[in-house]
């Protein structure tokens, strides 16, 4: 568990992991609308070293950009249920690194071997709480957690 005072902190976490990520990972973004999923997004990708400004997909569904890996950046809050509205594979199974705003509404099964990111709002600032799912994931979160 991770305590987050505020958005810089959140970036500079953010920038952690996305030193951390290799082709393949799968990043699922779980907290309210304003809990910081975006914020966190632009962190990973600053770790990426992306310098393009990141967007919310929330409207396109999906932004790419190009960085140390390319970064798939999906909000499927308005697809919810329905992910056979995309074709998720094109990115899950590509060589960059997928991160999902409101992942977990695909399902827990939409692929084998993901980190949820769990956000929490508090009071002030933000709780942030990795999640592996699978062994690659688990791996991922000991070198996020300890360099
Ligand atoms: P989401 O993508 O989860 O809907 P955003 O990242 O778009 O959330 O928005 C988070 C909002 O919360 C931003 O406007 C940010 O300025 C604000 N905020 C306030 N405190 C924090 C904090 N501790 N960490 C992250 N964001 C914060
Ligand atoms: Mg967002």
Same mark, same amino acid.
């Not at 568990?1 to 810089?8: G, L, R």
């Not at 998720?88 to 997928?98: I, K, M, S």
């Not at 509404?105 to 009071?123: P, R, S, W």
């Given at each position: 568990?991770?305590? #987050? ?27 309210? @609308? ?9 962190? #990973?990708?600053?770790? @990426? ?29 308005? #697809? ?19 991160? #999902? ?28 709480? @990795? ?8 791996? @991922? ?7």
């Amino acid at each position: 568990m991770f305590d #987050i005072c505020n958005e810089d902190e959140l970036i500079a976490f953010g920038y952690r992991i996305g030193q951390a990520l290799e082709a393949g990972h799968v990043l699922v973004l779980t907290g309210d @609308l304003g809990a910081g999923k975006t914020t966190l997004t632009k962190g #990973i990708a600053k770790g @990426l070293g992306i310098d393009q400004m990141i967007k919310s997909p929330t409207y396109t569904i999906v932004r790419e950009y190009e960085g140390r890996l390319p970064l798939y950046h999906l909000d499927v809050y308005r #697809i919810g249920n329905d992910p056979d509205s995309i074709d998720l594979d094109e990115f899950l199974y590509g060589n960059g690194v997928t991160v #999902i705003e409101w992942g977990h509404l695909l399902g827990a099964d939409f692929t084998n071997d993901y980190m949820e990111v769990v956000i929490e709002t508090k009071d002030v600032g933000r709780r942030v709480s @990795l999640v592996p799912k699978g062994k690659r994931s688990n791996q @991922l979160k000991e070198v996020i957690s300890h360099g």
